[in-house]
């Protein structure tokens, strides 16, 4: 089935700074979403990006699904957006609409 | 806003207990899922559901089984609680290709 990548595994940055998550994905995708799992541990959904660029105040995706690989752009950031990123992946073929997810991105953001 | 609710934000269990999970969600969406969370192992699909009282097995069935009597509920049953089931627990719910899933704030089960 479908592998989905995610790096860096970890991540810590000052506050202001700005980062780069990647996502690889090891064959094509119907839906391709990145989440935030806040402390409490709910998913807060970010983007819903199969294709193309989006953006949303400091943060913004982009997907390049003929090269199988997502971004996630955090600009300026502050300790609130601290906690595990994760993307997902529904594959095109042979899947019923369930998420495969990597294994995250751990951010710490430091006063 | 689609809300996806959960029955419980933390549950403790005894050994051999029987355990219900429920998810609601307010959207009437035909497709609603249930995954686990373990450190190292990421999330991964228990069951999932396409319709009222469909139900289809995910890569970690065993030991689980699901109810859906109604479209807008989803519920996961624990037959005998054993401490391996001890997780966190994600109920998503889902309208169509080319749309979002939508996760509820998960259960913290454990079992002892």
């Known amino acids: 089935g479908i592998q989905v990548e995610q790096s860096p595994p970890d991540l810590i940055l000052q506050e202001g700074a700005n980062s780069t998550l990647r996502c690889n994905f090891s064959d094509s995708v119907n839906n391709l979403q990145w989440f935030h799992q806040n402390p409490w541990g709910q998913l807060i959904n970010l983007f819903y990006?199969?294709?193309g660029t989006k953006q949303n105040g400091r943060l913004s995706a982009t997907t390049v699904a003929t090269e199988r690989y997502s971004l996630l752009y955090i600009s300026s950031s502050q300790t609130t957006d601290s906690g595990v990123y994760f993307c997902?992946?529904?594959?095109?073929?042979?899947?019923?609409?369930?998420?495969?997810f990597g294994k995250g991105t751990k951010l710490s953001v430091k006063p | 806003d689609v809300k996806v609710t959960q029955s419980s934000r933390y549950l403790v269990k005894r050994t051999g207990e029987k355990v219900f999970l429920e998810c609601v969600q307010d959207m009437d969406h035909e497709n609603m899922f249930w995954y686990r969370q373990d450190p190292g192992l990421g999330l991964r699909l228990i069951y999932f559901s396409y319709d009222v009282k469909m139900k289809e097995k995910g890569d970690i069935p065993e030991g689980y089984s699901v109810s859906r009597e109604k479209k807008e509920r989803f519920s996961l049953i624990l037959e005998s609680a054993s401490t391996n089931q001890t997780s966190m627990y994600l109920c998503a719910s889902w309208v169509a290709q080319g749309r979002e899933q939508y996760f509820g704030p998960g259960t913290r089960l454990t079992v002892t």
């Open positions: 990006i199969p294709s």
């Open positions: 997902a992946a529904n594959p095109l073929r042979g899947s019923q609409g369930n998420l495969i």
